[in-house]
């Protein structure tokens, strides 16, 4: 799904007042912690997730990973925190401005 600037927008807004409920640590994604991540993104749609892998290197592969498994649109990402969401297919919770 593409999300356009006002979507985005919005989305930050929404994310600002979350807390990380996923924390991914040095030992990278494993398959318990990709679990977490779907389940999260089904239930929540919006969800701050906290990754702390090593380099800048490391971190934007743990993101780009993190995107094509979830198949979620990156928000935003913030030192260390990186926001994901992911409309659910039958029952969204959040309502996207049109524009």
Same mark, same amino acid.
């Given at each position: ?22 924390? *991914? ?21 919006? *969800?701050?997730?906290?990754?702390? *892998? ?46």
């Amino acid at each position: 799904m593409t999300l356009n600037k006002l979507q985005e927008k919005f989305l930050r807004s929404l994310a600002h007042a979350l807390k990380p409920i996923i924390w *991914v640590g040095q030992h990278g994604l494993s398959d318990n912690v990709k679990d977490e991540i779907k389940n999260a993104l089904e239930y929540h749609e919006l *969800v701050k997730i906290k990754i702390n *892998v090593g380099d800048r290197d490391a971190k934007a592969e743990c993101i780009e990973q993190i995107q094509q498994l979830s198949k979620a649109n990156l928000i935003q990402k913030i030192g260390n925190t990186a926001t994901f969401y992911r409309r659910h297919p039958k029952k969204p919770k959040i309502e996207l401005p049109r524009r």
